[in-house]
């Protein structure tokens, strides 16, 4: 089976590059930067990777990410995941990333842009993986200083496939954002959203109500609430559910108490990913694989999972076609 999962075309939708930083490229981006990090050694780092919830983890998360400083790095970064997706039998990858904290340390724009789409360029030679970029927004931040970044960026939305919302979910509700929102529709940019992760069931309809997603990051907490199942359902809203994050972060404490075949049994449109590859124990492959010890499911549910990433990714159609 792992073989055959591993041959599985598949596409990844939910995935934070910056959530692909590995140990080992940490420690040598920080020596070539000058950075000094709190760890002695990769053990160290690893050893570290225990999180009671979303917000440990993201403590760590936003620690790591600062030991890029170039659009050398961004490349580096990017690439070295596209070597372990292809290697994990991924054809397509839908990668986000935040600019705000590399803003913040005093990156100009252009410097993780560049960088990860020179890399996305050289994926497609290489490896014939294909590739759209998400711009997400750090929802425990202002919505003022979110609209900054979206008009900070316009040289470069034509390259966006869509602006995405991440971070801390509890106390940040989908309708903080509605004006940034707004902004991005009027500009002709997808929206997606987290919602559903760590949040209430509200968020997801907030999420759909007051920001227009076209897909949902996580949604595991919409089976609380059976009118938004019903209308997950009929409008086929996309899930992209990533079911070793959900652990690591202990939104479930074991995947054979996930959601997921609860969401599949309602008809919901739902996708497997990895959210953050190097923090949550591995990749796509890692969670197919995770998913068929857990759940038994038989290659037709794979086969169904795979083919509903690839009908909602952000990919031209005569691609979509030639692979599903
Ligand atoms: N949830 C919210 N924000 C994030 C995550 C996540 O799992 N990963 C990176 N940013
Ligand atoms: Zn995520």
Known sequence: ?????????KAELHLHIEGTLEPELMFELAARNGVTLPYASIDEVRAAYEFSNLQSFLDLYYQGMAVLHTEQDFFELAMAYFDRAHADGVVHVELSFDPQPHLLRGLEPSVP?????????????RYDISSALIM???????AEEAMTVLEQTRAWHHRLAAIG??????????????????????????????????????????AMDALGVCRIDHGVRCLEDPALV?????????????????VYLKVVERLENHPLPGLLEQGLKVTLNSDDPAYFGGGMLNNFIACHDAFGWDQATFRQLARNALEEAF??????????
């Open 1 to 9: 089976m792992k073989t055959w999962l591993k041959a599985l075309p």
């Open 113 to 125: 842009f560049e960088g990860l789409e020179r890399a996305m360029r050289e994926a497609e030679q």
């Open 136 to 142: 997400s927004f750090v929802r425990d931040r202002s």
């Open 165 to 206: 919302l991440d971070s801390a979910e509890l106390g940040n509700p989908p309708e903080k954002f509605a004006a940034v929102f707004e902004r991005a529709r009027e500009l002709g940019i997808p929206r997606l959203a987290h919602a559903g992760e760590e949040g209430p069931a509200t968020y997801i309809s907030g």
């Open 230 to 246: 019903e209308r997950l359902k009929s409008e086929q809203m996309p899930l992209t559910v990533c079911p070793l994050s959900n």
């Open 315 to 324: 990919m031209n159609d005569e691609r979509r076609s030639r692979l599903l």
